[in-house]
């Protein structure tokens, strides 16, 4: 494993899973890096994280 490449999840409600791993992904709509332990924002039906709950609202808000 290289914890320096990006980590592939399954995200679920309150949860995810880890399907590749790694030590951060990259948010949707920022493109920061977010590492897995302050990994707090997602969209399920998506299947993307976010940086923030701005970065959410922001997705959310493009898709309606």
């Known amino acids: 494993m290289d914890s320096a490449a990006p980590a592939k999840l399954l995200y679920d409600h309150g949860q995810f899973k880890v399907l590749w791993p790694g030590s951060y992904v990259i948010c949707a709509v920022t493109g920061v890096r977010i ?30």
């Open 35 to 64: 590492p897995l332990e302050d990994l707090r924002y997602w969209s399920v039906e998506l299947q993307e994280p976010y940086a923030s709950p701005e970065a959410a609202l922001k997705r959310a808000a493009a898709k309606a």
